[in-house]
């Protein structure tokens, strides 16, 4: 099956440094990739939809010059907290979508982010 | 607007059978999924409805009906390892997924 792997698993920093979280298609190539985050106890929020070799697309109240995503191949997407404050901490999911297939998104792990 | 319900949480007994709802108001519909999450984990896929009926995949069954913007999960024989929240989310008329806020499904021995 198709596989996603993220990177790193969990970080900490510093409050105003930025973080960077890579998002690897494993068997597949994908030609979109989502980013999410998810806040203890709450469900999935969109953030943006990454296509390869385009900019991304971010949902209404993200800032895109905050969370800076790079989809630079068809393998690998990358999102950076810029600036981070405490209240990015979050957990933040990628998933990918099998190009042809419109229907399902395969998750990555996650990626815990706890900004001190 | 688009919206998914489901409930909060839900506690059943260890080998009991749990039915969790979801009702939906979506801009056009592709499908709905499930997914089950544990706590600090992705989501993992479980079912995935696009016609009008039931779906069974071992312990799972999974239920839509689409004139009623309705679904529901089935889960039978429970083990102590289905504590999870269960995800529903609807592929809306641009494939882009709609979540639910997910239900916290508790199992007592």
């Known amino acids: 099956g198709a596989v996603v792997s993220q990177h790193p698993s969990w970080v900490i920093c510093k409050s105003g440094t930025s973080v960077k979280i890579e998002c690897r298609s494993l068997?597949?190539?994908?030609?979109?990739m989502f980013w999410y985050r998810q806040f203890p106890k709450q469900s999935l929020m969109l953030m943006a939809t990454s296509n390869e070799g385009s900019k991304a697309t971010y949902e209404q109240g993200v800032e895109k010059d905050k969370f800076l995503i790079n989809h630079a191949s068809l393998t690998l997407s990358t999102l950076t907290v810029t600036s981070a404050h405490p209240e990015d901490s979050s957990f933040y999911i990628c998933?990918?979508?099998?190009?042809?297939?419109?229907?399902?998104?395969?998750f990555g792990p996650g990626t815990r982010l706890t900004v001190t | 607007g688009q919206n998914i319900d489901q409930p909060t949480e839900m506690t059943a007994t260890e080998g009991a059978i749990v039915q969790i709802n979801c009702t939906y108001q979506t801009s056009g519909f592709n499908g709905l999924f499930w997914y089950q999450q544990h706590a600090g984990e992705a989501p993992t896929f479980l079912s995935y409805n696009v016609l009008d009926g039931l779906e069974e995949k071992g312990r799972f069954s999974s239920f839509l009906s689409r004139s009623k913007g309705y679904s529901y999960l089935l889960l039978k024989e429970l083990q102590m390892k289905d504590s999870a929240s269960y995800l529903c989310?609807?592929?809306?008329?641009?494939?882009?997924?709609?979540w639910g806020a997910g239900t916290k499904l508790i199992i007592k021995p």
């Open positions: 068997d597949f190539q994908a030609t979109t």
């Open positions: 998933s990918a979508r099998v190009p042809g297939e419109f229907y399902e998104q395969y």
């Open positions: 989310a609807v592929l809306d008329s641009n494939y882009q997924l709609i």
